[in-house]
């Protein structure tokens, strides 16, 4: 899962990146309002963390334009905005939801919260996904983080599961490089670098022999594991 952090409080944006990536998020931050339009238009986002009070426009516009239309988004992900701001009081929390936030968390906060409720939106049946993936005799349950082949636990890094979970959304198509590098990796990765081939030869050494084809030229396929 992507996300982008629209925060211009510098610590608390690093802060953010720093606890979404160990949980195994790839994470994003624009500092402000037209950074983040320019990031929103460009890759494909599962969720945002959405500040108010930004020092070039405010959440709210950004929230309303991106639900009416006027930021046109890469894909076809439902984006879950979580808004995140000082701002507590009960017309701003209004304002927010019905201006298209799907939920709102008022500062300061406590990480684990923080995590519970992306989880939370992250499990929404928004395009008909469910939190437990299931391919062949793969289980991936992305609420969790847990992952098994027939039944026994699979260990995987954060990028294997990453990886795994994008491939397992799109069983039997071919999914190139550069789609897992910009929904699995974030931003300050290198395009050139040799991080895909690799994390997918060592996910396939896990799911044995024929689990991850190559296309050569186009990608790669997930297929189903035999016992």
């Known amino acids: ?10 610590d608390l944006a690093e802060g953010l990146r720093a606890g979404l990536t160990r949980t195994g998020y790839a994470v994003d931050i624009a500092a402000g309002a037209t950074e983040a339009y320019e990031r929103l238009t460009v890759n494909e986002y599962d969720l945002m963390l959405l500040d108010i009070n930004l020092p070039d426009g405010d959440g709210f516009t950004l929230c309303r334009a991106l ?13 879950r905005v979580l808004m995140l701001t000082a701002r507590g009081n009960l017309d701003d929390r209004v304002r927010g939801l019905d201006d298209g936030a799907d939920d ?29 993936l299931t391919v062949g005799g793969i289980v991936l349950d992305t609420a969790r983080h847990t ?11 954060r990028k294997e599961f990453g990886v795994l979970e994008y491939l397992m959304t799109r069983p039997g198509h071919v999914v190139s490089s550069e789609d897992l590098l910009e929904h699995v990796w974030d931003a300050n990765t290198d395009p050139f670098t040799q991080t895909v081939r690799v994390t997918v030869g060592t996910l ?24």
């Open 204 to 227: 396939r050494r896990k799911l044995g022999e024929g689990s991850i084809e190559t296309v050569v030229g186009r990608g790669y396929r997930l297929n189903e594991v035999a016992a």
């Open 104 to 132: 709102y968390l008022v500062k300061p906060f406590h990480l684990a919260e923080l995590l519970a409720r992306v989880r939370a939106l992250l499990r929404r049946d928004t395009n008909g996904t469910t939190a437990t």
């Open 67 to 79: 639900r009416n239309g006027e930021v046109v988004t890469p894909g076809d992900t439902d984006l």
């Open 147 to 157: 992952a098994t082949l027939h039944g026994r636990p699979l260990s995987l890094t």
């Open 1 to 10: 899962m992507r996300l982008l952090v629209v925060e211009d409080e510098e």
